[in-house]
């Protein structure tokens, strides 16, 4: 595909840099590619070996991804925000032969990692070896074309295309491998079921350890012949948004939420004349847009006078967060309130849920602008199969479910029984149209806010390690960030305590004492110096109680019981996050 863009569609935009007045075409970017390659198979990269990329949004990113993409080689970016200990296991796990970094400052944190590998990988750096190898490798593809060409045709659909790594409810990260054919298929299928125009614009702001920005920033861009802006600082999206204007945008729940209550506060502070048209237009705005949600028809004169004040009014709106243009926007991650997609709605941007994992290539479910239902996922992609467990669990099978994890000797172990089904962890149910609603989570996987997922027993464990902690539940769950209520250990708190004087050693008193604060407070930023940023507690709350299979919070083999914690203590969880 990447051959096809260049030849026919070669001098059509292909990627550009917010903020810069460069912009690859096609055949620039193949070229690039192409000499990169080159240069990676001179350093002993070839079919199926594995290479991470640590690295920002920036062209160079795109460009080594696909360089060891057209060797048979499989990369992986690598999040920037993973602690040592878990950069070390993807290393070593990976058993990468390459490892392309940012700058000497990021060689200078690795360097401690690679010297505890038996085998460390080559580093290649921007700003020298890898421009360097790249130079070496556009003499040798100038010199005879013919290895290149031949090397990527022999590539077929059910190759690696990438190795991503996603949170395990153990702690250690998946190695989730995906083909050729899983990402094409994808792109497939959102062609097929949004619709949207070839050579379009879109924006790439995620990182691309992410399969949302694997599948919208490099496959369908490829799929597509589209051109993608690069936005490397996330607090620059909205500019982006302004910059681009794309007619097609995915956002985790955060990104909505927070444009949600950036709208708010302006029109709070805007003239009374001005919050009355905005009201007036955006109550018309809902009202067809819950005649959709029901595929009902909108009758002509809601839809003649929605059209009139939509152009006076809430069309400058949405120009004003740059998606004026859009014809999709999508949200997925992790669930968003409904209370946002209906304010959304309300200036006329449909904001549809999409329901996947990275072991289905992103999407596996999807609300299309012809077919959505409001607090639903939509329905199964083309192609895919869905079905539930007696449980609820969520089974699906089909073209998207990946090729299976990695394991440590380099071969990849299955990801589905028997029968092809996968199962997703997830709960839900469907209604009599298709249309799913995830209900519950079966893993005890936590999703942020924004997208990321976390294993709450990585960080309980870490915390419980310290002899006065007897219990701890990372919260976080559709929450902004990690926080986490903690339990005192009965029998090791009162030594603690008394061992420093302190006369009132019953559990209620010590939860409060400063003292126990501040140990508990060494105990989670010691927890937090071993977990990446995300996965770091902000804030946590010491409960002045014990618990016990007596009272509820654990089971008869002392194993949390999740869903009675959250609900007994919702109000102290709810206090965490608004005293923050």
């Avoid at 072991?359 to 329905?379: K, L, S």
């Avoid at 199964?380 to 990946?402: A, H, Q, T, Y």
């Amino acid at each position: 595909m990447l051959h096809r863009n260049a030849t026919t569609f070669g001098d059509r935009p292909a990627l550009s840099m917010l903020g810069s007045d460069i912009t690859r075409t096609w055949r620039e970017l193949r070229d690039e590619i192409a000499a990169l390659a080159r240069g990676l198979a001179e350093l002993g990269l070839t079919s199926g070996d594995r290479m991470l990329i640590m690295m920002s949004g920036r062209p160079e990113h795109w460009i080594a991804d696909l360089a060891a993409t057209h060797l048979g080689a499989v990369p992986s970016t690598v999040y920037a925000t993973l602690a040592p200990e878990q950069l070390r296991y993807v290393a070593a796990h990976s058993g990468a032969r390459i490892l392309v970094l940012e700058s000497p400052e990021a060689h200078d944190q690795w360097k401690p990692i690679l010297d505890s590998l038996a085998e460390p990988p080559r580093v290649l750096v921007v700003g020298g070896s890898l421009e360097e190898a790249a130079a070496r490798g556009a003499d040798l593809h100038r010199a005879d074309p013919s290895v290149f060409e031949t090397t990527w045709r022999k590539i077929v659909p059910s190759q690696p295309v990438t190795l991503l790594y996603t949170s395990g409810t153990t702690g250690d990260p998946k190695g989730v491998v995906l083909t050729h054919a899983n990402v094409i298929y994808q792109s497939a299928a959102l062609e097929a079921t949004v619709p949207t125009p070839d050579h379009m614009p879109s924006l790439a702001y995620l990182p691309l350890a992410h399969i949302a920005e694997r599948m919208l920033g490099i496959y369908n861009p490829i799929y597509r012949a589209g051109h993608v802006t690069i936005c490397p600082d996330p607090a620059q999206l909205l500019a982006g948004l302004v910059a681009v204007r794309p007619v097609s945008f995915f956002g985790v729940p955060r990104i909505w939420e927070k444009m949600v209550a950036g709208l708010q506060a302006q029109l709070a502070a805007a003239d009374p004349p001005v919050r009355a048209a905005v009201e007036n237009a955006s109550a018309l705005a809902l009202q067809a847009y819950e005649l959709r949600a029901a595929e009902q028809e909108v009758p002509d004169d809601l839809a003649a006078r929605l059209l009139a004040v939509d152009s006076l009014v809430l069309r400058p709106l949405r120009a004003r967060l740059g998606l004026d243009n859009m014809l999709w926007a999508g949200s997925g991650a992790a669930p968003i309130p409904v209370e946002v997609l209906r304010y959304l709605a309300g200036i006329g941007v449909d904001v549809l849920e999409v329901w996947g994992m990275t072991e289905t290539t992103g999407t596996a479910t999807i609300n299309t602008p012809d077919h959505f239902r409001t607090g639903t996922v939509g329905r199964v992609n083309p192609g895919m199969e869905l079905k539930l467990g007696e449980d609820g669990e969520i089974f699906v099978r089909g073209p998207l479910v990946c090729a299976g994890y990695l394991r440590p000797d380099g071969e990849v172990a299955p990801v589905v029984d028997a029968e092809g089904w996968l199962a997703t962890g997830d709960v839900g149910v469907l209604d009599e149209d298709g249309y799913l609603t995830i209900t519950d989570r079966k893993k005890e996987l936590i999703i942020t806010s924004a997208g990321k997922n976390i294993s709450p027993a990585q960080i309980e464990n870490l915390l419980r390690a310290h002899p006065l902690i007897a219990q701890a539940v990372a919260i976080g769950d559709r929450r902004p960030y990690v926080t986490a209520l903690i339990v005192l250990d009965e029998e090791a708190a009162p030594m603690w305590a008394r061992a420093r004087g302190i006369t009132d050693v019953s559990v209620d008193s010590l939860s409060s004492d400063p003292a126990v604060l501040a140990e508990i407070g060494e105990a989670v930023a010691a927890a937090n110096a071993r977990l990446a940023r995300p996965e770091q507690v902000k804030t946590f709350r010491v409960l002045p109680t014990v618990w016990s299979p007596v009272s509820g919070e654990l089971t008869p083999t002392l194993k949390l019981r999740r869903r009675v914690v959250q609900e007994r203590y919702a109000d102290t969880i709810d206090q965490l996050y608004s005293e923050r």
